[in-house]
Each structure stands twice: as C-alpha cells, then as structure tokens.
C-alpha cells in the first residue's frame, strides 16, 4: 500500500518543491489537480495533451524524487447547471490526459444538477418525503445524471482509466447506497469511490463499514480526518451560518463568479489532519479494511486542517498515517 498526498495545499510551491517535501516525510504517491474547483499549477494540462515528449518528461520528475503519481484530481461540480461552470468538460479532459500518461484513476465528485430544467443553481434533495423532492430527483438523475455519467463511463473505459467519486454531500453521490446506485444505472465498470472519510464522519457513517459494502467498488483512498465539536449536540451537524467573504479578501474561486464562503466561527464538525479526529488505532482499521480490498491500492493524504500550517499540517497527518500503516502491517 502507498501513502502519499494530494498537493493542492502546496499549489504555492513548484512541483519539484512539492515533491521534495513529500519524500522528505516518507510518502510515495501523489496526486495533484488537473481541473475543477481550482487550478493546476502542478500540471501543465494543455501542453501534456499535445506533447508526447512533454509527457515523458513531465513523469520523470517524478521517478526523480521516488513518488508516483498515482492519480489526477478533478474535483468540482461536473453537472452544474450554469453554463459558465467547465468541470464536465475539465472531467473529461482530465480522464483523457490519464490515459495518455498511463495514469490509472481520476478522482472528481458526482455533481449536482438544477431542481428543474432551465435552472442555472444546483439543488441538493436528500429527503424527499414531498414528491416535489422526489420530482427533482427523478429528474436530476434521469435527466441529467445518468446520461453524463454513461458518456464518461464509455470515455473512461476507452482511456482504461477508472474514475473514483469522493461521496461528497451537495452532489447526488454522498454515501454508498448513491455510489452503487450510479454505478448500477450505468452499467459502469470504471466508475468506483474514492473513499474519503472525513465527508463520511459527519453524515455518521463508519468508513471501515463502508469500505466493507462497497467492496472491490473501492478505487481508491482518501486520508483526512473530520472532529465533530460540542456544538453539534445542540444543533446537529447540519449548518447554514456560512457568511460571505469580502471581495478584497479574495476569496477562492470555484468557477465563473462562485466562490468559496466563511465557516462559522464554531462549528458543529472540522476537517482536521489524520490523528485528530480519530487516533491510530482507528486509521488502522481504516488501512486494513482497504488492504483486504486491494492490498495495493494508495491513500493520499487531503491538507485541510486550519489549524495547521502547510507543511506542519501534512507533516502531522504523514507520521500518524505512516504509523497506522505500520501498525496495520500494510505498508509497501
């Protein structure tokens, strides 16, 4: 099994920085991103596309530091109904540049449609016990979904690359049952989970568990951590007092005029590094129950601990992840 991570925390540094960095704490995969929510700095997408050789040289910077690249990231909103929003298309492009570079797995998110056709605004319905919920859901999948998720299942096996979804709440895919649920209205055999817990935490769901029912649907592994907060007993993990960042904050952008907005001060739940929510022991279990899956397949740590620098932030979840590995005796 390969740890490594995800370097969109170090999007601030060049790829060889990156790199070093990684193999200085004892990782050896990576992933980085090649479209979505954010830029590719690390990846110089168009230019990889065009150019055999650009691509030849752009994997050897990789054997120079004895990581792989595991997997390109393209995480966003593939189905978003405002036409300003590309992350179907940078799918799509991210899924062929996997394939010519020989890269075996795409991470993204499922999407999220309109409630209705014509809308330009995602609508997520979760509970649909008024039919007008169910109307929106038989629509965002019937419509929407399954149609773009059978062309990318089609692209994906032409490419022989698989397609990992991180079940993500605020897309149609959010939990197991949803995962199996694509996968089974689109006859896919490429398309699969990325199984990141944290998203998997705050909905109460054991990830060990879920990696049990999804079985071989486990494509590969996300390694970040949720700690769930006193708060969360009065007012449950549910929370819309998100406020707006100003402009002359800059933002993230997350596509067109998107972008991102300001936690509340104190939340019912946080994502935090590997160790803080859930100690070894758990990512022990974590780490065996994927092993049992495929005793190959990598788990690439996601920084996004507020708490923590970039580098501490990393360096944290690296020595917690790598000893739960040795723990679990499923380290390569």
Known sequence: MKLGAYTACLHDKTLDEALAILRDLGLTSVEVNAGGFIGTP????????????????????????????????CNGNPLHPDPEITHGADLTRSIKLAGLLGIKTVITMSGLPAAEGGGTRPSWTVIPWDSVYKETL?????????????????LAAQYDVRVAIEMHPHNLVFNPATLKRLVERTNATHIGAELDPSHLFWQHIDPVRAIEDLGDLVFFAAAKDTLIHETAAVNGVLDDRFEWIPADEQPLGLGGRYTVTR??????????????????????????????????????????????????????????????????????
């Open 263 to 332: 936690w509340p001060a104190v939340p019912g739940w946080s994502f935090v590094a590997v160790g803080r929510g859930h100690d070894v022991d758990f990512w022990a279990r974590f780490l065996t129950a994927l092993h049992r899956v495929n005793p190959e397949l990598p788990v690439n740590i996601e920084h996004e601990d507020a708490s923590f620098g970039q580098i501490e932030g990393l360096r944290f979840a690296a020595d917690n992840l790598i000893a739960a590995a040795e723990k679990a005796g499923v380290l390569e």
């Open 42 to 73: 690390h990846l110089p997408v168009d230019e990889l596309l065009e150019s055999a050789d650009a691509r030849k040289e752009y994997l050897a910077t990789f054997d120079k530091y004895g990581i792989e690249l595991t997997a390109l990231n």
């Open 138 to 154: 038989d629509y965002q999948w019937d419509e929407v979904a399954v149609p773009f998720w059978t062309e990318i299942e089609a």
